[in-house]
């Protein structure tokens, strides 16, 4: 057996020293706690969300509600929790209509004749003139606010962005070697792209779907803020901050000063955690 270590030198660290630095860890910490409050919210909350009870509005945070409750006597909590749900579902639904035609897109346009990668380009601009708020105000005219909409239309205000970062990723992969020797083996075009340019492309993947997830949660807040995401019989952050807004200056010094727009904070807060752990993964 060889000696790899060095005479008098220290022995080579073949594990590698991989240390995690501390936004990593806040940002995962912080988007486990959202997952872990939406996925908890199937099975149990404090009190039911949708009760109404006229006799004990506008509370602050006490034992019995932690949080305290809306205008609606509503416990926060539980609406927060079952919201995370909504954001969570909205978000990961959004992103994953993004991810699986905008990355088709991109690689088809990067392997395709000259003329195709400029017309997904063209696309691409067109869609990107129309952001996620008007495309959600043009389908709610004619199918109606819902929460599907609001996925619907910030998905597809995804898709030129994701089709864009494959298709240069894409471009830069197929100018290696080993590409070029997969095309000279005689290796179809659709198997070059699943074992050679899709995975080498998976990174700038993840990190732009981190991204797309924070704004897909602004954008689903936003949408349901003006009326056109979710309904209001269904708890979302956005419509909550909406209700709650009203209450910000009114009687102040009295109990309804106390009413925070608790969503906020729970926005920012998974918004911030996506992006620790992007910025890390962009290394």
């Not at 992103?95 to 380009?121: D, F, K, N, Q, T």
């Not at 998905?155 to 240069?168: D, E, K, L, Q, Y």
């Not at 659709?190 to 732009?208: D, E, G, K, T």
Request: with cysteine; net charge neutral.
């Amino acid at each position: 057996m060889s000696d790899l270590t060095a005479p008098g030198g220290p022995a080579p660290d073949l594990a590698g020293d991989r240390s995690y630095p501390g936004t990593l860890l806040v940002g995962c910490a912080l988007t486990g706690v959202v997952v872990l409050l939406a996925l908890v919210s199937f099975v149990w909350t404090p009190y039911d969300p949708g009760l109404i009870d006229g006799l004990h509005r506008l509370q602050g945070p006490s034992g019995e509600h932690l949080l305290g409750t809306d205008k609606f006597g509503r416990d926060e909590l539980s609406r927060i929790m079952v919201g995370a749900r909504t954001t969570v579902f909205v978000g990961v639904v959004a992103v994953g209509l993004s991810v699986l035609v905008g990355v088709p897109l991109g690689i088809l346009g990067a392997m395709g004749p000259r003329w195709l990668g400029e017309l997904v380009g063209r696309l691409g601009d067109l869609v990107l003139a129309f952001p996620a708020l008007l495309l959600a105000i043009m389908l709610s005219a004619v199918y109606g606010g819902s929460t599907l909409t609001a996925m619907i239309a910030i998905g597809i205000a995804g898709i030129p962005t994701f089709a864009r970062v494959t298709r240069s990723g894409a471009l830069g992969v197929l100018r290696s070697d080993y590409v070029l020797a997969a095309r000279s083996c005689g290796l179809s075009a659709p198997a070059i792209a699943v074992r050679h340019v899709l995975p080498n492309v998976s990174s700038l993947i993840i990190v732009q779907a981190s991204v797309a997830f924070a704004m897909a949660i602004l954008a689903e807040a936003a949408l349901s803020f003006l009326g056109l995401g979710t309904p209001p019989d269904v708890p979302s952050w956005g419509r909550m901050l909406q209700e709650s807004q009203e209450l910000l200056f009114v009687a102040p010094g009295s109990r309804g000063c106390r009413a925070r727009p608790s969503p906020s904070p729970s926005s920012a807060s998974t918004c911030s955690a996506t992006a620790c752990a992007t910025g890390w993964t962009r290394g």
